[in-house]
T-cell receptor, first 115, second 109 residues
Framework: DTEVTQTPKHLVMGMTNKKSLKCEQHMGHRAMYWYKQKAKKPPELMFVYSYEKLSINESVPSRFSPECPNSSLLNLHLHALQPEDSALYLC??????????????FGPGTRLLVL | AQRVTQPEKLLSVFKGAPVELKCNYSYSGSPELFWYVQYSRQRLQLLLR??SRESIKGFTADLNKGETSFHLKKPFAQEEDSAMYYCALPTGGYQKVTFGTGTKLQVIP
């Protein structure tokens, strides 16, 4: 399996809801990433996990909570989001030896709408 | 500061015409630069990277350290090349990648 998968594809949630985004890869990659992408903008890094440990948090609000249960799985827990958090959330993975120098493999994204 | 700049938001060319998507960077040292592409309704994917020196789908990119550029070129544009193209480089001490603002390439039939 050479793809990064993300579920769900679409998510609509209210500001008081709690939901989770899921990302999975079976390429043996040890680095995984969450990005946020607004329309017509580049992806913005949110979090980096390296060998299942959080290595970078780009000052993301605490209403976004990442979790890496194992080397193949990455979750993003959402709670009390704001309408401006509506975006495409991308997951990516790379081999894990040196984040910025590696090719990243992206999932198709979860399109999130916060009402 | 490490930075990557793509000056064109939109580039429109006719089918068969040459294409050059511009990317300039500021970086101390020898950067590893990437071009990623996002076709309509498809996932973001690597097109090519500096270190591999490959030609992918007819595209090439040469690192010019004197001009701090990594422009993406193709001699003859095809309709299927229409997409959003992002230049990217490592930042934050090699821990992450920062993407440029992107250039939308529109190939006119």
């Amino acid at each position: 399996d050479t793809e990064v998968t993300q579920t769900p594809k679409h998510l609509v949630m209210g500001m008081t809801n709690k939901k989770s985004l899921k990302c999975e890869q079976h390429m043996g990659h040890r680095a995984m990433y969450w990005y946020k992408q607004k329309a017509k903008k580049p992806p913005e890094l949110m979090f980096v996990y390296s060998y299942e440990k959080l290595s970078i948090n780009e000052s993301v609000p605490s209403r976004f909570s990442p979790e890496c249960p194992n080397s193949s799985l990455l979750n993003l827990h959402l709670h009390a989001l704001q309408p401006e958090d509506s975006a495409l959330y991308l997951c990516a993975s790379s081999q894990g030896l040196g984040g910025g120098q590696e090719t990243q493999y992206f999932g198709p994204g979860t399109r999130l709408l916060v009402l | 500061a490490q930075r990557v700049t793509q000056p064109e938001k939109l580039l429109s060319v006719f089918k068969g015409a040459p294409v050059e998507l511009k990317c300039n960077y500021s970086y101390s040292g020898s950067p590893e630069l990437f071009w990623y592409v996002q076709y309509s309704r498809q996932r973001l994917q690597l097109l090519l990277r500096h270190i591999s020196r490959e030609s992918i789908k007819g595209f090439t990119a040469d690192l010019n350290k004197g001009e701090t550029s990594f422009h993406l070129k193709k001699p003859f544009a095809q309709e299927e090349d229409s997409a959003m193209y992002y230049c990217a480089l490592p930042t934050g001490g090699y821990q992450k990648v920062t993407f440029g603002t992107g250039t939308k390439l529109q190939v006119i039939p």
